[in-house]
């Protein structure tokens, strides 16, 4: 046995290795937040088409090319693909039955999740001074609806993780906690996956397109 | 409006104080009352007899509405219901048929038989699948609650813009349609995720893809559909309920929206969505012609086959309601064919059925009856719905009363045919007596000869020219006696529906017990007791073939073999949240429609309370002890 598998077998003792899928239950809520993540994504691919369909029609607003500023948002996109990182180590801590290092790691997405949510609404603002704001023409419309659906994906996926955290510390690891930590960070790879879409297909494209 | 709202909202937080916090004696009441049980239950059967209770009482609106505007067009030039009133029940009645009256009742079916079909003790998700009826009923009941307070969606059940915009539908006519369909289709997501996750996880040992009963997998086909096919209907519906409340412009063609986008999307859910409600139908079909031909079914995998193509091509097809729009020959040439396409596998279906019949043994019972009838019915809209495939055919036919006899012979002849089959056929299953069959026969054939008489005569009025969803003709055109024709058909279909509650009543007060296999069938659900005991199955049976239970019939047994021994049972409690989310649901939609927010925002706060309440809540369920067990069994079968 090498160092890192006897490491493992110590710090999992109690827990089977993979303790989302130990049960039926577990199986179950698994197997069914993936097809729930088929169906938002046909949700939003509705939104990135009324998108894609309506992003000229700005009228006498700011057209996409003068409004979108890359070096923002990239940021942004940086801060949410690194929680998409920290939500694979909180569930590297789940499997090796880590409460200090699960905490810690979902500790660290939530606040990163709530960093670019803060710079969304910074630039959200930002835009509304600008004059392109929810009402001002069919672009706007459509740009808030796919956008501002993220922006609430992230607020309820904080919201969520958070309070699998306060449930963590009072009940720690087990076969009823960890299927809902994992199915979290399934959501959580989700919404960055979409933000992936949208910083391509809002912001690149907006700019080149 | 809003204070009302308001005030409802108050007394419905007293009500909550009163009872769940100091009131301790209420709450015992509350819970010792026989309705409780049924509102706090997460059982399947139980939910599936809810959701008939529910199909059948959304049946009564929606049947009202249909002969009401019969009614009106008995006469030339009659002003009995004209202009927006006509408008109003041509859009409810379409709205509650396909979404409050065919969707519950097939879930109804789907509830009943699919866990049992497939040997297993409940569903993945029992909670979720409370939650969904509840949605689905308060979806339906905010909807409805527009004839009450004043003015009812009117736009279709297509719901149009800009026809559905404020300034062409004033009022809030089209906010209950947006947000009563919004709350339902949240709930409809759930249950097919439900039953997608029940039947890949939880089948009895054994039990292989290919050994499963077509109606499991028609139900599995069609919650696939809904998986993918209501998310752009719940897209679509938030753009139009954005444009209507928050002052959006999708759909505004001043400021640069394009009402294309609804068409779009309302038809990228709406065709799955006919085929969300029909493949269920066929399910049912196949069950009942090879039990009551006592053969096998004919091409089992080639049905299987069918289901799943058919499933597929349904999502590639959706433009074919939108060829007069002006997509361009190219466009409506690909999804004509595609549409044309999906008569293949249909009519491998009807084959099937028929060569199930060939040489087998075969029993009229009505629910037979009603699969019988619908093979030569359905394949009448099945030959109009290829008519209307050619685009240029569909240039004439667009918008015309023959529009209208075609879906009505798929959706009845189709829908409401397999329903009834199947309320026939798992009745006993439900509640441990069978319907009466003699009342059944009359109940059928007038139902047939009176659907017939409406729809049939329908393609010839709207080949004379007579345009949908109009509310008058004129006398010259000639359209009186065969509109009369079409109106007297209603009434016999009416007299038919109520037979249906005759029988129920009169089988109810003359019941005797069924019988654990009143039918001589051939799948899992005929192997247990009627109705089944809340655990399903004692010992969970192994599967060795299709038709499990008549393979071990055709080999001198006269029950499953087991596949594991008798053991304590674990069973999900029951609980009230989904009933509490639901409220929560509801007050925020009617909070949406009277355009006050901050109600609307109350509701919402009401859900994500009760699912942070649901999610610390430590339910591990409870076991069912082997001695009860035993004791259940014993007197099931005594």
Same mark, same amino acid.
């Given at each position: 046995?090498?160092?890192?598998e006897?490491?493992h077998?110590?710090?999992s003792a109690?827990?089977?290795p993979?303790?989302e899928r130990a049960?039926?239950e +577990?199986?179950?809520?698994v197997?069914?937040?993936?097809?729930?993540l088929g169906a938002?994504?046909?949700?939003?691919?509705c939104l990135f088409?009324?998108?894609?369909?309506?992003?000229g029609?700005?009228?006498?607003?700011?057209?996409?090319q003068?409004l979108y500023?890359?070096p923002?948002?990239?940021?942004?996109t940086?801060?949410?693909?690194?929680?998409s990182?920290t939500?694979v180590? +909180?569930?590297?801590g789940?499997?090796q039955?880590n409460?200090?290092k699960?905490?810690?790691w979902?500790?660290?997405t939530?606040?990163?999740?709530?960093a670019?949510? +803060?710079?969304?609404?910074?630039?959200?603002v930002?835009?509304?001074?600008?004059g392109?704001?929810?009402t001002s023409?069919?672009?706007?419309?459509a740009?808030y609806? !796919?956008v501002?659906t993220?922006?609430?994906?992230v607020l309820?996926?904080i919201?969520?993780i958070?309070?699998?955290?306060?449930q963590?510390?009072?009940?720690?690891i087990?076969?009823? @906690?960890?299927?809902k930590?994992?199915?979290?960070?399934?959501?959580?790879?989700f919404?960055?996956?979409?933000?992936?879409?949208?910083?391509?297909v809002?912001?690149?494209m907006g700019?080149?397109? | 409006?809003?204070?009302?709202?308001?005030i409802?909202v108050?007394i419905?937080f007293l009500?909550a104080?009163?009872?769940?916090g100091y009131?301790?004696?209420?709450?015992?009441?509350?819970?010792?009352?026989?309705?409780?049980?049924w509102?706090? @239950?997460?059982d399947?059967k139980?939910?599936?007899?809810l959701?008939?209770?529910?199909?059948?009482?959304f049946f009564i609106?929606g049947?009202i509405?249909?002969l009401?505007m019969?009614m009106?067009?008995?006469?030339?030039?009659?002003?009995?219901?004209?202009?927006?009133?006509?408008n109003?029940?041509?859009?409810?009645?379409?709205?509650?048929?396909i979404?409050?009256?065919?969707?519950?009742l097939l879930?109804?079916?789907?509830n009943?038989a699919?866990?049992?079909q497939?040997?297993a003790?409940?569903?993945?998700?029992?909670?979720?699948?409370a939650?969904?009826f509840w949605?689905f009923?308060?979806g339906?009941?905010?909807?409805?609650?527009?004839?009450l307070?004043?003015n009812?969606?009117?736009?279709?059940?297509t719901?149009y813009?800009?026809?559905?915009?404020?300034e062409?539908?004033?009022g809030?006519?089209?906010?209950?349609?947006?947000?009563g369909l919004?709350?339902?289709?949240?709930?409809t997501?759930i249950?097919?995720?439900?039953f997608?996750v029940?039947?890949i996880?939880m089948?009895?040992p054994?039990?292989?893809f290919?050994?499963?009963?077509l109606?499991?997998?028609?139900?599995f086909v #069609?919650?696939?559909?809904?998986?993918?096919?209501f998310?752009p209907?719940?897209?679509?519906l938030?753009?139009?309920?954005f444009?209507r409340?928050f002052?959006?412009?999708f759909?505004d063609?001043?400021?640069?929206?394009?009402p294309?986008?609804w068409?779009?999307l309302?038809?990228i859910?709406?065709?799955?969505?006919?085929?969300?409600?029909i493949?269920?139908a066929?399910g049912v079909?196949?069950e009942v012609?090879?039990t009551f031909?006592?053969?096998?079914?004919f091409?089992?995998?080639?049905?299987v086959f069918?289901?799943?193509l058919?499933?597929?091509?349904g999502?590639?097809?959706?433009?074919h309601h939108?060829?007069?729009? +002006?997509?361009g020959?190219v466009a409506?040439s690909?999804?004509a064919i595609?549409?044309?396409?999906?008569?293949?596998p249909?009519?491998?279906k009807?084959?099937?059925?028929?060569f199930?019949m060939?040489?087998?043994?075969?029993?009229?019972t009505? #629910?037979? !009856?009603?699969?019988?009838?619908?093979?030569?019915?359905?394949?009448?809209g099945?030959?109009?719905?290829v008519?209307l495939?050619?685009?240029?055919?569909d240039?004439?036919?667009?918008?015309s009363?023959?529009?209208?006899?075609?879906?009505h012979?798929v959706?009845?002849?189709?829908?409401v045919?397999?329903?009834?089959?199947g309320l026939?056929y798992w009745?006993p299953?439900m509640?441990?007596?069978t319907?009466?069959?003699k009342?059944g026969?009359?109940?059928f054939?007038?139902?047939?000869?009176?659907f017939?008489?409406?729809?049939?005569i329908?393609h010839?009025i709207?080949?004379?020219g007579?345009?949908r969803r109009v509310?008058?003709?004129?006398?010259?055109d000639g359209?009186?006696?065969?509109?009369?024709i079409? @109106?007297y058909?209603?009434f016999?279909?009416?007299? #038919?529906s109520?037979l249906l509650?005759?029988?129920?009543v009169?089988?109810y007060r003359?019941?005797?017990?069924a019988?654990?296999?009143?039918?001589?069938?051939?799948?899992?659900?005929w @192997?247990i007791?009627?109705?089944?005991?809340?655990?399903?199955?004692?010992?969970?049976?192994r599967v060795?073939?299709l038709?499990?239970f008549?393979?071990e019939?055709?080999?001198?047994?006269?029950?499953?073999?087991?596949a594991?021994?008798?053991?304590?049972?674990?069973?999900?409690?029951?609980t009230?949240?989904p009933?509490?989310?639901t409220?929560?649901?509801?007050?925020?939609?009617l909070g949406?429609?009277f355009?006050s927010?901050?109600v609307?925002v109350?509701?919402?706060?009401?859900v994500?309370?009760t699912?942070f309440v649901r999610?610390?809540e430590?339910?591990h369920g409870y076991?069912?002890e082997?001695?009860?067990?035993e004791?259940?069994?014993?007197?099931a079968?005594a």
């Amino acid at each position: 046995m090498s160092t890192a598998e006897l490491e493992h077998a110590k710090t999992s003792a109690g827990l089977p290795p993979h303790p989302e899928r130990a049960t039926m239950e +577990g199986r179950n809520k698994v197997l069914g937040f993936w097809l729930f993540l088929g169906a938002e994504t046909v949700l939003f691919a509705c939104l990135f088409g009324t998108y894609l369909a309506l992003k000229g029609s700005t009228l006498d607003g700011p057209t996409t090319q003068e409004l979108y500023k890359i070096p923002m948002v990239a940021a942004a996109t940086i801060i949410l693909l690194t929680s998409s990182l920290t939500s694979v180590l +909180g569930v590297l801590g789940l499997h090796q039955n880590n409460y200090k290092k699960l905490m810690f790691w979902f500790g660290v997405t939530v606040l990163l999740g709530a960093a670019f949510l +803060g710079l969304e609404i910074y630039e959200f603002v930002e835009y509304v001074h600008e004059g392109h704001t929810f009402t001002s023409s069919a672009f706007g419309s459509a740009f808030y609806t !796919l956008v501002g659906t993220h922006g609430a994906h992230v607020l309820f996926g904080i919201t969520w993780i958070t309070a699998l955290m306060i449930q963590a510390r009072r009940r720690g690891i087990n076969l009823d @906690t960890a299927p809902k930590f994992f199915v979290a960070s399934l959501y959580w790879h989700f919404v960055d996956v979409v933000w992936v879409f949208i910083f391509t297909v809002v912001y690149l494209m907006g700019k080149v397109g | 409006m809003a204070t009302i709202v308001t005030i409802i909202v108050f007394i419905l937080f007293l009500g909550a104080i009163l009872t769940g916090g100091y009131n301790k004696e209420l709450m015992a009441r509350f819970r010792s009352h026989w309705l409780w049980d049924w509102i706090t @239950t997460v059982d399947h059967k139980k939910i599936g007899i809810l959701y008939a209770l529910g199909g059948g009482f959304f049946f009564i609106f929606g049947g009202i509405e249909a002969l009401l505007m019969r009614m009106q067009l008995f006469y030339p030039n009659n002003d009995f219901i004209v202009g927006r009133t006509f408008n109003e029940l041509l859009s409810m009645h379409g709205t509650t048929m396909i979404f409050f009256v065919a969707m519950p009742l097939l879930f109804a079916l789907m509830n009943v038989a699919v866990p049992l079909q497939i040997g297993a003790r409940d569903v993945a998700f029992p909670f979720l699948n409370a939650l969904g009826f509840w949605l689905f009923f308060a979806g339906g009941l905010l909807m409805n609650l527009s004839w009450l307070f004043g003015n009812a969606p009117d736009a279709g059940w297509t719901n149009y813009v800009p026809i559905a915009a404020n300034e062409y539908s004033a009022g809030t006519g089209i906010d209950y349609y947006v947000l009563g369909l919004q709350i339902s289709g949240i709930g409809t997501l759930i249950g097919g995720i439900n039953f997608l996750v029940t039947i890949i996880n939880m089948r009895a040992p054994g039990m292989s893809f290919l050994r499963m009963p077509l109606f499991t997998w028609t139900s599995f086909v #069609a919650s696939a559909l809904i998986l993918f096919g209501f998310p752009p209907l719940t897209a679509g519906l938030f753009l139009i309920m954005f444009e209507r409340l928050f002052g959006a412009n999708f759909f505004d063609v001043a400021a640069g929206g394009n009402p294309i986008i609804w068409q779009h999307l309302f038809w990228i859910f709406g065709h799955p969505e006919v085929y969300i409600v029909i493949l269920p139908a066929f399910g049912v079909m196949s069950e009942v012609i090879s039990t009551f031909s006592k053969k096998r079914l004919f091409g089992y995998t080639s049905m299987v086959f069918a289901t799943i193509l058919i499933g597929f091509l349904g999502f590639m097809v959706w433009a074919h309601h939108m060829f007069t729009v +002006g997509m361009g020959p190219v466009a409506n040439s690909i999804f004509a064919i595609a549409t044309m396409a999906i008569a293949v596998p249909t009519g491998i279906k009807v084959f099937n059925w028929l060569f199930t019949m060939w040489g087998g043994k075969i029993r009229f019972t009505t #629910a037979m !009856l009603y699969a019988v009838g619908f093979i030569p019915t359905f394949v009448m809209g099945g030959v109009t719905g290829v008519m209307l495939a050619s685009p240029p055919a569909d240039y004439q036919y667009h918008d015309s009363y023959f529009v209208v006899a075609h879906f009505h012979y798929v959706l009845i002849g189709g829908t409401v045919f397999g329903v009834l089959a199947g309320l026939y056929y798992w009745w006993p299953k439900m509640f441990g007596y069978t319907l009466n069959e003699k009342i059944g026969k009359w109940n059928f054939w007038l139902f047939f000869i009176g659907f017939h008489m409406t729809f049939f005569i329908q393609h010839f009025i709207g080949l004379f020219g007579m345009p949908r969803r109009v509310f008058t003709y004129q006398p010259e055109d000639g359209l009186t006696l065969i509109n009369q024709i079409s @109106t007297y058909g209603a009434f016999l279909m009416a007299v #038919a529906s109520i037979l249906l509650v005759v029988n129920i009543v009169y089988s109810y007060r003359h019941r005797v017990p069924a019988g654990n296999d009143p039918w001589d069938g051939r799948t899992l659900e005929w @192997t247990i007791s009627s109705p089944a005991p809340f655990y399903n199955f004692a010992q969970l049976p192994r599967v060795r073939a299709l038709d499990a239970f008549w393979h071990e019939k055709m080999n001198g047994r006269k029950e499953m073999e087991p596949a594991e021994p008798l053991g304590p049972i674990h069973m999900p409690n029951d609980t009230h949240l989904p009933f509490v989310m639901t409220l929560g649901f509801f007050v925020s939609g009617l909070g949406f429609v009277f355009r006050s927010n901050e109600v609307g925002v109350l509701g919402l706060i009401i859900v994500i309370l009760t699912m942070f309440v649901r999610s610390f809540e430590k339910d591990h369920g409870y076991h069912v002890e082997t001695d009860e067990i035993e004791k259940t069994e014993k007197g099931a079968n005594a």
